[in-house]
């Protein structure tokens, strides 16, 4: 399961970014899909996760800020951030839970290749 992430860039503070995460391969099943960042100099911590029903969770910095969402169909995860604040920065990794076509019934967890978000103040 390869994870393909891209939407990162360079946004000036109160504005906005999406980021979006595509899933290829053999894949049998995606059970969550998320998002996490690492800051320079900080451990990646999670910032959103949605399951394949739609269930999702939020950290508390990017409550009412940021959403998740997913298309089941084209195996994408996406995350829409408003409001970025400078303290937002950071390389953003898109992780999902899935089984391959090979292991219907085992599932392994898969990370992109990461996106920068850098946020000016």
């Known amino acids: 399961v390869q994870l393909q992430a891209s939407g990162g860039g360079l946004v000036q503070a109160g504005g906005s970014l999406r980021l979006s995460c595509a899933a290829s391969?053999?894949?049998?099943?995606?059970?969550?899909m998320g998002w996490y960042r690492q800051a320079p100099g900080k451990q990646r911590e999670l910032v959103a996760v949605?399951?394949?029903?739609?269930?999702?969770n939020y950290a508390d910095s990017v409550k009412g800020r940021f959403t998740i969402s997913r298309d089941n169909a084209k195996n994408t995860v996406y995350l829409q951030m408003n409001s970025l604040k400078a303290e937002d920065t950071a390389v953003y990794y898109c992780n999902a839970d899935a089984a391959t076509r090979a292991r219907p019934l085992w599932s392994d967890a898969y990370w992109g290749q990461g996106t920068l978000v850098t946020v000016s103040s």
């Open positions: 949605i399951t394949n029903t739609g269930s999702t």
């Open positions: 391969g053999s894949i049998f099943e995606i059970n969550t």
